[in-house]
C-alpha cells in the first residue's frame, strides 16, 4: 500500500511540472451546451485563450475541424518559437448520442482518449471547450479554450466565457493569452 502512495505522489509531482492546472479531488462536472450540432460547429477555430499545458508550445494556434463518417477529424496548428509551423491531426468521436456536446478527442493511436467538452458557442463567433481527467481519486488535471472564428473577440465575450468557468468553480486565473496578430501569424496555414 506504501508503494501505491509513493507511485501515486510520483505521478502526482510529475503532472505539477507538466500541466500548469491540477486540482485536488474530482473533476468539476460544468454543464454542456445543449443540443450540440457538430456539424455547425466545423471549420477553423482560432485559439484567444488557454489553461497553458505541456503540448502546446507555440502561439497563432488555431484548430480545424471536419466531419467523415460521424467522427470530427482535427488538425491543431501552432507557430513555434524558431518560425516553423507545428501540426498534430487527430479524431474527436461522440461518447454519448445524448450529450453530443462531450467529446473524446485522441492524438496517438495506443493513447487513451481526452475529454473535449464544449460549454459554449455559438458556432459563428466563439466556443469555449473544457476537459479534465482524473489522475486519482485525490486530483485531476485540466483543460480548457476560448476559441474564436477569426483571431480576436471581443473582451465582453472573453469575460462571459470566464464566469462560466469560474460559476463551475474552475480556476480562470491561470489563463493565458494567445499572440494571434496579423505580423506573427502571418505564414500559418
Known amino acids: 500500500m506504501q508503494t501505491l502512495h509513493v507511485v501515486s505522489l510520483t505521478l502526482l509531482c510529475v503532472l505539477a511540472v507538466n500541466a500548469q492546472s491540477i486540482g485536488s479531488g474530482k473533476c468539476p462536472q460544468p454543464p454542456v451546451q445543449q443540443s450540440f450540432d457538430p456539424t455547425k460547429y466545423v ?16 502561439e497563432c494556434c488555431q484548430a480545424t475541424y471536419t466531419l467523415s463518417d460521424g467522427i470530427v477529424l482535427v488538425r ?13 491531426d487527430g479524431t474527436a468521436k461522440i461518447v454519448d448520442p445524448s450529450e ?17 467538452w464544449v460549454l459554449a458557442t455559438d458556432y459563428d463567433n466563439y466556443t469555449l471547450v473544457y476537459g479534465c481527467t482524473e489522475t486519482s481519486d485525490l486530483s ?8 474564436s472564428r477569426t483571431r480576436t473577440l471581443p473582451k465582453e465575450t472573453i469575460t462571459e466565457l470566464l464566469d462560466i468557468l469560474e460559476s463551475n468553480n474552475i480556476n480562470t486565473a491561470i489563463f493565458t493569452e494567445t499572440d494571434q496578430s496579423p505580423d506573427l501569424c502571418s505564414s500559418m496555414p
Open 43 to 58: 471549420g477553423r477555430w482560432y485559439e484567444i485563450m488557454k489553461i497553458p499545458s505541456p503540448f502546446q508550445l507555440g
Open 76 to 88: 491543431n496548428d501552432e507557430l513555434l518559437a524558431d518560425g516553423t509551423v507545428s501540426f498534430i
Open 100 to 116: 453530443p456536446a462531450k467529446l473524446e478527442v485522441s492524438f496517438f493511436e495506443n493513447a487513451p482518449p481526452g475529454p473535449y
Open 140 to 147: 485531476f488535471v485540466e483543460y480548457s479554450w476560448i476559441l
